[in-house]
């Protein structure tokens, strides 16, 4: 069975850092893409940024203060933040586009999220 299981979150004072790693487990046939979005109460789940095989793509919003690294087809994924702010408090939840399976169709995996706090 595929998971994704995420680590790295927590409590920091603005300004500060925090980096987020994702690891899939289980078997996979191929991963095309790892991502990070985040949701904030009462908010809709955002893209933060996404990594495929040569490229990283980012939201606006943290352009120039977070770094997404790794490799989809090893199966993993990073995110450095920097100069946190008030803002990014969310909750963080990796996703991953992948085929279990030659045959099965490219879907969707999400992890269980995890809580970063930025405190004014």
């Known amino acids: 069975q595929v998971q994704l299981v995420e680590s790295g979150g927590g409590l920091v004072e603005t300004g500060g850092s925090l980096r987020l790693s994702c690891v899939v487990s289980?078997?996979?046939?191929?991963?095309?893409?790892m991502a990070w979005y985040r949701q904030a109460p009462g908010k809709p789940r955002e893209l933060v940024g996404m990594?495929?095989?040569?490229?990283?793509n980012y939201a606006e919003s943290v352009k120039g203060r977070c770094t997404i690294s790794g490799d989809p087809a090893k199966t993993t994924a990073y995110l450095q933040m920097n100069s946190l702010k008030p803002e990014d408090t969310a909750i963080y939840y990796c996703?991953?586009?992948?085929?279990?399976?030659?045959?099965?169709?490219?879907?969707?995996?999400w992890g269980q999220g995890t809580q970063v706090t930025a405190s004014s």
């Open positions: 990594l495929t095989d040569g490229s990283k």
């Open positions: 996703g991953a586009t992948l085929k279990v399976t030659r045959a099965s169709p490219l879907t969707m995996y």
């Open positions: 289980g078997s996979t046939f191929r991963v095309d893409t």
